[in-house]
T-cell receptor
């Protein structure tokens, strides 16, 4: 079965510092990859997605992610975080030709310190 | 354009009570989904509906039923609530062939 691993449960970074959130998926074939953000008490908002083509994708709020097939990874990055980026971040995958359902990682909670 | 709406926002139930969570979308999307979110477990799919008139089980369907009333509305029913169903429930919708889901704000349910 397909699965998504987010190895970091909680990350704390200083405002203005760079950020990288890790995501790995299992069960190769053709993955469609997503990052969602959830602010406290809110629903999930799509940050970016990768289906094919350029492996570096740009999203909203200054985020980007890079798909590396050889590492089965889709890490999320931001060069300089803002206090408003404090939230929970979910990586998700759809494996085309698999069960084709969106499978979520367990999430990474991001705390920003001044 | 309200997107995906869910009612109620919060609910407290006693064990054994029943309730229906409502979800509606105004984006003319074909597919709709119900997830539950529990700490440390991400979101898990309860039921989904690929189109009006069809529903299918997801990863954790036990204790739930769904109805796709029309293209806009997809409800989730708990017939006899249990404390294990304390969770945050999210509804999502997806346009045909776009592989991208749009989420509602969630319903927070506490079962005592």
């Amino acid at each position: 079965a397909q699965s998504v691993t987010q190895p970091d449960i909680h990350i704390t970074v200083s405002e203005g510092a760079s950020l990288e959130l890790r995501c790995n998926y299992s069960y190769g074939a053709t993955p469609y990859l997503f990052w969602y953000v959830q602010s406290p008490g809110q629903g999930l908002q799509l940050l970016l997605k990768y289906f094919s083509g350029d492996t570096l994708v740009q999203g909203i709020k200054g985020f980007e992610a890079e798909f590396k097939r050889s590492q089965s990874s889709f890490n999320l990055r931001k060069p300089s975080v803002h206090w408003s980026d404090a939230a929970e971040y979910f990586c998700a995958v759809v494996i085309k030709g698999g069960n084709e359902k969106l499978t979520f990682g367990t999430g990474t909670r991001l705390t920003i310190i001044p | 354009n309200a997107g995906v709406t869910q009612t109620p926002k919060f609910q407290v139930l006693k064990t054994g009570q029943s309730m229906t969570l409502q979800c509606a979308q105004d984006m003319n999307h074909n597919s709709m989904y119900w997830y539950r979110q529990d700490p440390g477990m991400g979101l898990r799919l309860i039921y989904y509906s690929a189109s009006e008139g069809t529903t299918d089980k997801g990863e954790v369907p036990n204790g739930y039923n769904v109805s796709r009333l029309n293209k806009r509305e997809f409800s989730l029913r708990l017939e006899s609530a249990a404390p294990s169903q304390t969770s945050v429930y999210f509804c999502a919708s997806e346009p045909r062939h776009q592989e991208t889901q749009y989420f509602g704000p969630g319903t927070r349910l506490l079962v005592l």
